[in-house]
């Protein structure tokens, strides 16, 4: 089974549009970039994680011929506008051979997605099929256990989900995705001790106002060992609003001040801000280290891909 993560950016992806700061900068300097998240898990069926306004592009890259089903987070613009992009996989297969790709997705969800894309379920792109935390459901050969996540008011209907299903020697694999959220009101004991563990890490400093109800990674450090994955953890949904030292764009809307930024246990100046991808990996695993952390925690990159 392979885990490809199509996209591991915030809601504009970064670098941003219009955006100078110092980490757009460097991004673009080294030629990097990270399109919206999304998650594509494929075995004998295909599921996406999210559908956000890089899906064609995504899904280009990555050849995917079929999808076999769709799971939503919840209803914002960055996980489910790429939805339209669905169509050609109905316009351009043999006349007759479609069937609707199911679209699981919460009551919440659908509330504010059908107002948008009632046509592609009129037209049989999709078919909506209604989920509910703790209530679990199979999609070919996972199985699939979606759990409350809070996303703030705005995003009622947001979920994260436990993946299951067998390796090629029947053992049992355990994948816990958590878009964007804040807090875990009622997790399920099954979500514990996961495989693998993705979860976003939207700042790398907890901000003074977390608006709205993101994960940064010096909260997830608290998830990570509340959920205590197995094999490893990914970090995805990576954005550029931490203040980076000195940056003029501090001055951004975007921009958040630290609450009390992560810093070496020994104290004195707290880690720099990355600007990178190397940069982020360097620093989470320094963080690891120097806390102790007995976690491989892997910060994700577009179109990475693990064998499971
Ligand atoms: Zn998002
Ligand atoms: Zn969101």
Redesign the pocket.
């Known amino acids: 089974m392979d885990i490809t993560f199509l996209g591991t950016g915030g809601?504009w992806g970064v670098p941003e549009l219009n955006c100078d700061c110092f980490i757009c900068r460097e991004m673009r300097r080294k030629g990097e970039k990270r399109e919206r998240t999304s998650l594509l898990l494929s075995n004998k069926t295909r599921l996406l994680i999210d559908c956000g306004p890089d899906a064609k592009s995504q899904l280009s890259r990555q050849q995917v011929d079929t999808i076999d089903g769709v799971l939503i987070t919840?209803e914002?613009t960055?996980?489910y506008i790429g939805l339209d992009e669905l169509f050609a996989y109905k316009r351009n297969g043999p006349r007759g051979s479609f069937s609707p790709i199911p679209v699981y997705l919460t009551h919440g969800s659908h509330e504010v997605i059908r107002k948008r894309f009632d046509y592609l379920e009129d037209m049989e792109v999709i078919k909506a099929c209604h989920i509910a935390p703790n209530r679990r459901f199979t999609a070919g050969e996972f199985e699939v256990l979606p759990f409350d996540t809070y996303?703030g008011a705005f995003?009622g209907g947001?979920v994260g989900f436990l993946v299951r299903f067998k390796d090629v020697s029947g053992t049992d694999i355990r994948i816990v995705y958590t878009?964007?959220f804040s807090e875990l009101p009622d997790p399920p004991s099954e979500i514990f001790n996961p495989d693998y563990l993705i979860i976003q890490s939207f700042w790398l400093n907890e901000p003074i106002n977390n608006r709205?109800n993101?994960m940064s990674f010096q909260r997830a450090i608290h998830f990570i060992k509340l959920l205590n994955p197995k094999k490893e953890t990914f970090l995805v949904h990576i954005g550029d609003a931490d203040m980076v030292s000195d940056d003029p764009a501090n001055s951004m809307l975007k921009k958040y001040k630290p609450r009390d930024p992560l810093r070496p246990p020994a104290g004195g100046e707290p880690y720099p801000i990355p600007l990178n991808q190397a940069q982020w990996q360097e620093t989470v695993d320094r963080i690891a280290f120097d806390r102790g952390l007995p976690y491989r925690i892997t910060v994700a990159y577009d179109d990475l891909r693990i064998k499971v």
Do not use: G, L, R
Request: charged share 15%; glycine share 0%; net charge negative.
């Open positions: 809601a919840h914002h960055d996980h996303h995003a947001s878009s964007d709205p993101h």
